[in-house]
């Protein structure tokens, strides 16, 4: 049935112009929505009634002949569903096609041809109803304790990438920008908001309120958001005029000081760097209970508790993660908001400028807790360099289908840290004016608008040498494929040095890439060039050079370090004597140089590029003077942490917790920096793991490991399927630090098996969860994992194959002994059903090199570290 109302408003045709992108899954081109008006009511929340009902009303325009509409639509029920032409109201008769949960599309086939010279726009209006669910997707409710302890309801979304779906019938894809006029009708009682501020708020006779917003600017579904709550809020205004609000459950009030005025400062900076505008009027940030991340829904955005709330004695490290990601947000508010991607193939867009930002606004206003450089090192270089040595994805993931799961994959640390790594090797290689005029150039052409990367690169108009590539020319290097190379650097007579590069290799489980080539950015440190090619490039390597000589300012004597700030994306190996004179001299070089050349030691020392006694060498260096930040990136699960488990020798250990001592000793005193912080909370970790053999020593008052009690397998549960990191590194912690022969691996297994029985967890969200648990400590976590997953039958891992593979080529990649690696074996062998052809063999390979490399090198380390007189120190103070 359909009600016929004011027809003739609004039905001009204002076109966004949608790219041709099309894959597989993707709605049809032939319509393209303009408008909706989403009127929803959710009346019951504060009674336990969670149902609400709805109706939108979309205008569509009709850009070739058609005989279909399509759209997204799941789990909401429709009880009806009306077609009109839009000038003069008349009715379009019409049949449902499709409405089926597998294929999320609702198709609606005409009696007529839609016409596109006569039709132009069509409105679809469907009246539907559905209930708030619990599992953090869609229009979904959670809940907090009131007064009393009373628990109190809050509904709430969750869109991206594609769940606004579920909440309403919607073009649910990124490239399509609507405005959206919304209504919702709640409990008189309770505090509604939406991305747009209130327009009016009519009192209905039942103690209901309708409450209606402002029209949006036109936007993508996944950033459309409502929330109902019993919440309070605090406002502030920013010096541009936007309304800035923190919204929060009541007992949270007195807490919300710190975050709105980081939440004001960081927006003032992202306006003046970006010369832009919001594009909206107020700016809220709502707390959400159990969110467990952040997600940035235009003029609304939701993040955990923890980002928001935060006392008056809130740690460093809270309130560090707190400014970042607000800072990450808010960034958003303009890149992917303002000017959005548009297909998820180009994520890294809003993702790799969010990261960017969130690290340069936070570095701005918090200078203290946020030193730039270091920060940067720590958060996205080392963990993007790691991640990218896998075969895994190019920035531009192209193409792409409109699969949920896949597009959920895309959300990693490729796509946020690399991507927010190169956006900082190109602002340093153009200078930061031409990279700044460039980024208000690219928002100013599309605002309002959806881009591709193509779009960006053509935003920068930047006088090049004619030895260096283009703007163009440099992202696309980077961003069209996946990896990074590593540059060999050798020091011929004089000052000739000779480069060369080649694609960094982790060992690779699947094909080996010799051909892949990069436009590289040459900086350099020597003490005779006095600082001038730190930053900016002292040359380009090109894509056609895989060797080059060139002369660089500098003495015989200097000590020569390759991209010494760390803003070339990529790995440097030099020759003995470039080494030698790096380690002679490694105390007198910044803390950001010496974690570089540390980080690049023990990679390359794991692929066999160098021996594992030159990294031994750098920590004994380090010792005398430590700094947290090349501490941080030594200390690593994948540095020292690998290491320590291929040696297995309680002498090693000893040699270890020496250098853990000296770290205790620099970061004890008070005052201390974020990352001196964060360095002190690895140094428990490890002192933890390593005390089990040393606990007798004399440090034992002074430093005490956590408190490690047995921890219960529903809580094991609970932290695994939360959606929130934080939670479970926790439980990680406390997983590591029980002894080793307590039952702390069955209550894993009990956990695992329990998540997996009541089908907790999907099973690509449990195969990340294994990743997670693998990657924060293998010695401990891959025997359960190995374990578990022989117990899981094929019907459920072929699905999400790829995750799976993942999986595996991360645990092939940390078997460090024969047992292992057979029992790994033989889960490949049966499940080679779901595995490409070549990847037991490959695998196979790598787990046997490992092992044989370890025959090798085990006897020399063990006589290093003999030697060492880091051990001894330990002996010494241990025994006294
Ligand atoms: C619409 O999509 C088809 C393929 O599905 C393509 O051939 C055509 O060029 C597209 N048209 C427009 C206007 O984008
Ligand atoms: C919201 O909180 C107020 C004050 O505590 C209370 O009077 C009201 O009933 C609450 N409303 C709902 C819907 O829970
Ligand atoms: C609003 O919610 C409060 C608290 O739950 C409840 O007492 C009241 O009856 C509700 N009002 C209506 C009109 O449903
Ligand atoms: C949706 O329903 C409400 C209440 O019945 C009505 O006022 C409104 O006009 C409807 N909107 C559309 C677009 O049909
Ligand atoms: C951008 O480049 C300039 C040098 O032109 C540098 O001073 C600045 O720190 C760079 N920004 C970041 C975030 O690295
Ligand atoms: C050093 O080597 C470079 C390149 O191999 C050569 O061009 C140069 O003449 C040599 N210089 C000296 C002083 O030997
Ligand atoms: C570094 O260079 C300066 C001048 O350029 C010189 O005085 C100093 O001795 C050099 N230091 C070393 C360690 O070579
Ligand atoms: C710049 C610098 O400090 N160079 C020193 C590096 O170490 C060697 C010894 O190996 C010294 O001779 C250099 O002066
Ligand atoms: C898909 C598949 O073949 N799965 C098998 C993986 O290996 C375990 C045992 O290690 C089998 O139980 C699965 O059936
Ligand atoms: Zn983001």
Redesign the pocket.
């Known amino acids: 049935m359909c009600i016929v109302m004011l027809w003739l408003v609004l039905c001009s045709v204002y076109l966004v112009i949608v790219p041709v992108v099309t894959a597989n899954g993707r709605l049809p081109n032939n319509t393209l929505p303009l408008h909706y008006d989403l009127h929803l009511e959710a009346t019951g929340l504060g009674l336990h009634d969670y149902t609400y009902r709805g109706n939108v009303s979309i205008r569509i325009a009709i850009v070739s002949d058609t005989n279909e509409v399509v759209l997204h639509n799941v789990g909401n029920t429709l009880k009806s569903i009306c077609l009109r032409r839009c000038r003069d109201g008349e009715e379009i008769s019409h049949q449902l096609l499709e409405s089926e949960p597998a294929s999320e599309l609702l198709r609606i086939r005409t009696d007529r041809i839609l016409r596109r010279a006569d039709d132009q726009v069509i409105t679809l209006t469907i009246v539907f109803h559905n209930t708030l669910g619990k599992d953090r997707m869609g229009f979904y409710r959670t809940q907090y304790r009131g007064a009393k302890r009373i628990p109190m309801a809050v509904a709430t979304t969750h869109f991206q990438p594609s769940y606004a779906r579920l909440a309403f019938p919607c073009f649910d894809e990124p490239g399509f920008k609507t405005t959206f006029q919304i209504t919702i009708v709640a409990n008189g009682s309770h505090l509604v908001a939406s991305n747009a501020p209130i327009a009016t708020v009519t009192w209905l006779q039942d103690g209901h309120k309708a409450v209606r917003f402002e029209r949006t600017p036109p936007m993508q579904t996944y950033l459309v958001t409502f929330l109902i709550a019993n919440f309070t809020s605090v406002h502030t205004a920013s010096p541009s005029g936007v309304e800035i609000g923190i919204l929060a459950p009541p007992k949270d009030k007195k807490s919300l000081q710190f975050s709105l005025q980081a939440a004001t400062t960081l927006l003032s900076s992202l306006e003046e760097y970006t010369g832009q505008s919001l594009g909206l009027q107020k700016l809220d940030h709502v707390a959400i209970p159990q969110f467990g991340n952040a997600m940035e829904n235009w003029g609304l955005v939701a993040y955990d508790e923890q980002f928001l709330v935060l006392s008056a004695k809130a740690h460093r490290l809270q309130r560090a993660q707190a400014v970042l990601t607000i800072g990450h947000e808010t960034a958003h508010q303009l890149f992917g908001n303002l000017v959005g991607p548009a297909w998820w193939s180009y994520l890294w867009l809003s993702e790799g400028f969010a990261t960017y930002f969130e690290l340069l606004l936070g570095a701005d206003a918090y200078p203290d807790l946020l030193p730039l450089e270091e920060s940067f090192a720590v958060r996205h270089m080392h963990p993007a360099l790691m991640a990218d040595a896998y075969e895994q994805h190019p920035l531009t993931v192209e193409p792409l289908s409109a699969n949920t799961p896949e597009i959920e994959t895309l959300f990693d640390t490729i796509t946020y840290s690399k991507a927010g790594c190169i956006l900082r090797m190109i602002n340093c290689s153009i200078g930061e004016a031409a990279f700044q005029a460039g980024v208000q150039n690219y928002l100013e052409q599309h605002r309002n608008g959806i881009v591709t990367p193509e779009d960006l690169y053509a935003s920068f108009f930047v006088q090049q040498r004619k030895d260096t590539p283009t703007v163009e020319q440099m992202f696309r290097s980077w961003v069209d494929k996946p990896g990074y190379p590593v540059v060999t650097v050798e020091r011929l007579n004089g000052s000739f040095v000779r480069f060369r590069q080649q694609r960094y290799h982790n060992q690779e489980v699947t094909t080996q890439d010799i051909t892949s080539r990069w436009f590289i950015p040459i900086t350099y440190y020597t003490n005779s060039s006095l600082g001038q090619y730190e930053y900016q490039p002292a040359f380009w390597m090109k894509e056609t050079d895989q060797e080059l000589v060139i002369q660089l300012e500098m003495n015989t004597r200097d000590v020569l370090v390759v991209n010494p700030r760390q803003i070339g994306f990529y790995r440097v190996e030099y020759d003995e004597r470039g080494w030698n004179s790096i380690v002679d001299n490694l105390t007198t070089l910044p803390s950001i140089m010496q974690a570089k050349l540390i980080d690049d030691a023990f990679v390359l020392a794991r692929a066999g590029l160098v021996g594992y006694e030159l990294c031994l060498e750098m920590l004994q260096e380090l010792a005398t003077s430590p700094d947290p930040v090349p501490w941080l990136i030594a200390m690593a699960e994948e540095n020292i942490g690998y290491l320590q488990r291929v040696l297995q020798s309680a002498e090693f250990d000893r040699f270890l917790t020496g250098f853990v001592g000296e770290m205790f000793d620099l970061a004890g005193n008070v005052g201390r920096t974020l990352l001196q912080s964060q360095a002190l909370d690895v140094a428990y970790d490890w002192w933890s793991r390593l005390a089990a053999s040393f606990i007798e020593s004399k440090r034992e008052s002074s430093i005490r490991p956590r408190a490690c009690l047995p921890t219960p397998v529903q809580e094991v549960v609970q932290a695994l399927v939360s959606p929130d990191d934080h939670v479970r590194e926790r439980l990680f912690a406390r997983l590591k630090c029980l002894p080793k022969q307590s039952n702390e691996p069955s209550v894993l297994l009990l956990a695992l098996n329990r998540i997996r029985a009541a089908n907790l967890l999907t099973p690509g969200k449990l195969f990340a969860v294994l990743e997670s648990l693998i990657k924060s400590d293998p010695g401990r976590f891959l025997p359960p994992t190995v374990q578990f997953?022989?117990?899981?039958?094929?019907e459920e891992?072929?699905p999400v194959a790829d995750r799976f593979q993942r999986l595996l080529n991360l645990i092939v990649h940390e078997v460090t002994d024969r047992r292992q690696a057979a029992q790994v074996r033989?889960?490949m062998v049966?499940?080679?059903?779901?595995l490409p052809a070549n990847f037991l063999p490959h695998a196979s390979t790598v787990m046997t090199s490992t092992i044989s490399w370890h025959m090798k090198q085990v006897p020399k380390l063990r006589e290093f570290v003999h030697d060492s007189h880091m051990a001894s120190i330990y002996e010494r103070e241990g025994h006294q």
């Open positions: 997953l022989s117990s899981i039958p094929p891992a072929g033989k889960l049966k499940n080679s059903s779901i």
